[in-house]
Structures are given as structure tokens and as C-alpha cells.
């Protein structure tokens, strides 16, 4: 039996092949096979999408310019409402000559180009200009800082589901990139904010999958207009007794599959920067070192985030201005090799105290713009791992920042 199966093996190998040769000509013929499969095979080695794209090397160039290690984002992309909201806090009228006062200010600091590298603006501001007319995207780019636009108009509560949040604002969402890139503007912005509720409560695979969809439709059409896109998927901070660790386990969960949904889409990671949360306890738990924000943060990223993706820009996230920098630099020194560089895409971080000394009197113009470019040193250093302190806004708590929910302007 043993023979007659061998014999068919042997037969079956041997089928219309010619008689053995040496095992020098076996090599060749191998090799000449391996080369002739070689040539046969079509590789493609990048989508069609991106093949085809005019802006892919000015997207490119325009990441990594914004990712600058040293540097960060400036993000002043609030809503009139919420600007509004703010400069009452400090007795300032809400009204659009203060908000585009405020706006200036912050914008013709000088020297802000030393540790800003791009600026989200609220589409109003995008087309303002300074008291003396020279358009906002002059300012900016004057000082080798790239306009960029909040691309999203809020969020909608999602039905069935426990107050969780959709984006909103991809309807006609090309034809505005073409008119933001006309404007000056070269990335956008959108903000998907996905919530723990507590201990075992993360966010539903039905909001996860909303947003992440949400979130890579919206960087395909920035792409294909020449915008690059800061992709936000926020597991914000907020009530709750759960732990860092659970933060941790929910934000590996999102970014996850909003990566997955980037690939989908053929969203081309080199020409991104990803705008996420640190991982933080919730507001009823006891706070977290800076050192444990950084292990559980970098830890998720190393495991979440391909390296192709030029900078990460944490969002401040309802920290105070001394924690937000003090937790960027225990990043940059748990994680000094990191692949992308770990900086800032700050709003309330910067703007918070510079606000308060501003308070919308003309003699401390020039006192909140040195309040606003000595944050913004804190954070440049803080990025370079090299933040020795004192901090220039030392103390401060969590401020919870509540949902944005509703259409543009809201």
C-alpha cells in the first residue's frame, strides 16, 4: 500500500514534466519563475483616490509644517454663542465688533508664529479682518501660521440612544472646502464627541460607528479639496467615578475604528492630524498624576495611532491651563521617540487667562497678548519635553464643558 501510494505521488508530480535535472537548473528555473511572477503581478501602491489627487504634496507639506515639533494649534473655532458666552463672563458685550476685536488680538500677537504653527477659526473670522483692514489670514500667515476652518455645524442627538451625539455638516460640505481653500484656509476641523457615562458605560457601537463614518467622509471630501483634515474624535471628560483606565479602554475602542473607517475611505494618513483627548478619570474620581495621564495616553496612542500620522494634537479638554501643559510635557518624556509629535491644538488652555486680563479694555491689550504668548512658550516647551515651570496661570480646576448639540452657530 505504501509503495502504490508513493508511486502516486510520484506520478502525480511527475505528470508532463520532464525528466529530473540538476538542482542548479532547478534553482534557475525557479528564480525565472519567481522573476516572471514578479512582472505579472500589478502592484498598486497607492489608491486611486490619492493617485489622482492635485493637493496631495501640498497636504503633505502642510501637515508636517503644522506638526513642527515645538509648535502647536491655536484653536479658536468657537461658535459666536459660545465666544459670546465667554466674553460676558469677563463683562465684555457680545457683540461683533468684541468678538472680532477678541479674535484680533489673539491673532496679531507678536511673535505667536515662535510656537503656533496653524489656527482653527469659526468661518465668520475666516473672511474678518483687523480694525486697520488687512484680512486675518494675512495676520496669520504673515507669521508662518496656517488658517484653518471648524468644518462641522455641532451635534444632534442620536435616537434610541441615551443623549449620545452625531456630527453634523457634511451636506455641501465640497463646495465649502473649495470656498475655504479660495479664502486661505489649507486643513479643516471636525469635532465627534463620544461619552462614558461611568464605570462600564462607554459609548454605543451605534454612536462609535456614527462618528467614525462621520469623521472619515468628512477627511475624504477635505482631501479631494485640498484641505487637510484634523480628525477630532473627543471621548470627552465628564462626570462619573470611573478610572483612568477605563478611559483608557474606550478611547483605544474609538480610535480604533475610526481609523478603520479612515482606511475605508482611503484617507491618506500622512496628509492628517488627529486632534483626540488625553486619557483623564472622570470629574468624580480622584485626579490623575501627570505621570499616569502619560502612561495610559501614550500607550493608547502607540497602539491606536499608525505612524504615518504627522502630529497629534491633544485638545485640552476641560483641564486646567497648568495641567494641560504640565500633562503635555510628562507625555513628551514618557514617549520622546514617539513615531508623531505629542503637542497641542489648545483652546481654553490659551485663551482662559488671556481673556480675564484683556476684559475688553484697550490698555491691557498688550498685557493679555503677552499672557497669551507666555502660555503658549509654556506649551512649546511642554512639547519639546523641556516645560520647567512657573507656570504663567498656576492652580486652576476642571471645567467641565458641556455638549455642544444643534446646528451651525449653536
Not at 491651563?321 to 514618557?334: P, Y
Not at 515651570?389 to 480646576?397: E, I, K, L, V
Request: hydrophobic share 35%; net charge positive.
Amino acid at each position: 500500500m505504501q509503495h502504490t501510494m508513493a508511486m502516486r505521488l510520484s506520478s502525480s508530480r511527475g505528470a508532463g514534466m520532464p525528466a529530473a535535472r540538476s538542482s542548479s537548473s532547478r534553482s534557475s528555473s525557479r528564480s525565472a519563475a519567481r522573476a516572471g511572477r514578479t512582472t505579472a503581478v500589478k502592484v498598486v501602491a497607492t489608491s486611486r483616490f490619492e493617485a489622482s489627487n492635485p493637493f496631495m504634496e501640498e497636504m503633505r507639506a502642510t501637515a508636517a509644517h503644522i506638526a513642527t515639533r515645538g509648535k502647536g494649534i491655536l484653536a479658536s473655532d468657537e461658535s459666536n454663542a459660545t465666544t459670546g458666552k465667554r466674553l460676558e463672563s469677563v463683562g465684555v458685550e457680545n457683540n461683533a465688533e468684541t468678538r472680532r476685536a477678541w479674535r484680533e488680538l489673539m491673532y496679531t500677537a507678536p511673535g505667536l508664529g515662535q510656537y503656533i504653527s496653524g489656527c482653527i477659526m469659526f468661518e465668520d473670522f475666516l473672511y474678518s479682518s483687523t480694525a486697520a483692514g488687512v484680512p486675518f489670514v494675512d495676520v496669520l500667515r504673515k507669521e508662518g501660521i496656517v488658517p484653518g476652518i471648524k468644518a462641522d455645524t455641532g451635534m444632534q442627538t442620536l435616537p434610541g440612544t441615551d443623549g449620545e451625539t452625531a456630527t453634523q455638516g457634511l451636506d455641501n460640505l465640497g463646495t465649502k472646502c473649495k470656498e475655504w481653500y479660495k479664502q486661505g484656509a489649507r486643513f479643516a476641523k471636525w469635532r465627534a464627541v463620544l461619552r462614558i457615562a461611568g464605570p462600564g458605560q462607554g459609548p454605543s457601537t451605534t454612536a462609535i460607528m456614527e462618528n467614525a463614518h462621520g469623521l472619515a467622509r468628512y477627511a475624504q471630501i477635505a482631501q479631494e479639496n485640498g484641505l487637510v483634515p484634523i480628525v477630532e474624535p473627543e471621548v470627552t471628560l465628564g462626570p462619573g467615578s470611573y478610572g483612568i483606565e477605563e478611559t483608557a479602554y474606550w478611547s483605544e475602542r474609538v480610535y480604533s475604528h475610526v481609523f478603520r473607517l479612515l482606511n475605508e475611505y482611503n484617507v491618506v494618513l500622512d496628509a492628517i492630524l488627529l486632534k483626540p483627548n488625553m486619557c483623564l478619570p472622570g470629574l468624580d474620581a480622584p485626579p490623575a498624576t501627570p505621570a499616569e495621564v502619560a502612561k495610559y495616553t501614550t500607550r493608547t496612542m502607540l497602539r491606536t495611532i499608525p505612524a504615518a500620522v504627522p502630529g497629534i494634537h491633544f485638545l485640552s479638554g476641560g483641564m486646567s491651563e497648568e495641567e494641560s501643559t504640565l500633562n503635555l510635557q510628562a507625555l513628551n518624556e514618557a514617549c520622546p521617540n514617539a513615531p508623531w509629535s505629542l503637542t497641542f491644538s489648545y483652546g481654553r488652555a490659551l485663551q482662559a487667562t488671556t481673556l480675564k486680563t484683556w476684559a475688553g479694555k484697550q490698555e491691557n491689550w498688550e498685557a493679555a497678548q503677552k499672557v497669551l504668548l507666555s502660555l503658549a512658550a509654556a506649551n512649546s516647551q511642554a512639547q519639546l519635553g523641556q516645560y520647567k515651570g512657573p507656570h504663567p496661570s498656576p492652580g486652576g480646576g476642571r471645567i467641565l464643558q458641556a455638549l455642544r448639540t444643534g446646528g451651525a452657530g449653536k
